[in-house]
């Protein structure tokens, strides 16, 4: 069965500094991955997603992933971070012949400044 | 901004009262879908359905029924409402093809007492 693990559950952060979050996921095959974020009171919503060619994907607001076969990741990173990128960030997957997504269980992230 | 609404947004009830969260989105989009979410978990798909008249159960298995006779209309209802029904449930809604962007509604917070 398909997993994802989000190995950061809370991480906190100043502004300007930089950030990677990390997603592994469980499938042998060929998979679309996407991050969503929610922020405090709003819906969950997309923030970048991979389906095939370059393996380093650029999103809104700074963000970008990566995506590494071999390792079986996609980990989220932007840079310098601001106090509004205070949000829960949600790693997600699901194989190319399905529509349901997996999600990781979250890494809440506090941006304080 | 994605246009899919939910209501209520907050409710609290006693046990055993039916209740019915809504959904609705003005996208045209085929598949909906209903997540649950716990406070600090992940997200599990408990419903879908890949247009009118068709429903399925998704992964967590779930007392609740849901119904799809318009496009774009996916309500949820639970017959005979339980502490342990006590979540948040997230509605959502894509395009017909495999690995589309899922969109979200802002979530319904239900609390049974």
């Known amino acids: 069965a398909q997993s994802v693990s989000q190995h950061n559950h809370h991480v906190i952060l100043s502004e300007a500094a930089s950030l990677e979050l990390g997603c592994n996921y469980s499938?042998?095959?060929?998979?679309?991955l996407f991050w969503y974020v929610q922020y405090p009171g709003q819906h969950l919503q997309l923030l970048l997603k991979?389906?095939?060619?370059?393996?380093l994907v650029k999103g809104i607001k700074g963000f970008e992933a990566e995506f590494i076969k071999s390792k079986f990741s996609f980990n989220l990173r932007k840079p310098s971070v601001q106090w509004s990128d205070t949000a829960e960030y949600f790693c997600a997957v699901n194989a190319h012949n399905t529509d349901k997504l997996i999600f990781g269980t979250g890494t809440r992230l506090q941006v304080f400044p | 901004e994605a246009d899919i609404y939910q209501t209520p947004r907050y409710l609290v009830i006693g046990t055993g009262k039916k209740i019915t969260l809504e959904c609705s989105q003005t996208?045209?989009?085929?598949?909906m879908y209903w997540y649950q979410q716990d406070p600090g978990m992940e997200l599990h798909l408990i419903h879908y359905s890949y247009g009118v008249n068709s429903t399925e159960k998704g992964d967590l298995s779930s007392e609740s029924t849901v119904s799809r006779i318009r496009t774009e209309h996916f309500p949820l209802t639970l017959e005979s409402a339980r502490p342990s029904h006590t979540s948040q449930y997230l509605c959502?809604?894509?395009?017909?093809?495999?690995?589309?962007?899922?969109?979200f509604g802002e979530g319904s917070w239900l609390t049974v007492v």
């Open positions: 996208m045209g989009h085929d598949k």
């Open positions: 499938y042998g095959g060929t998979v679309n």
């Open positions: 959502a809604s894509s395009e017909g093809h495999a690995g589309n962007t899922i969109y």
């Open positions: 991979y389906f095939s060619g370059d393996p």
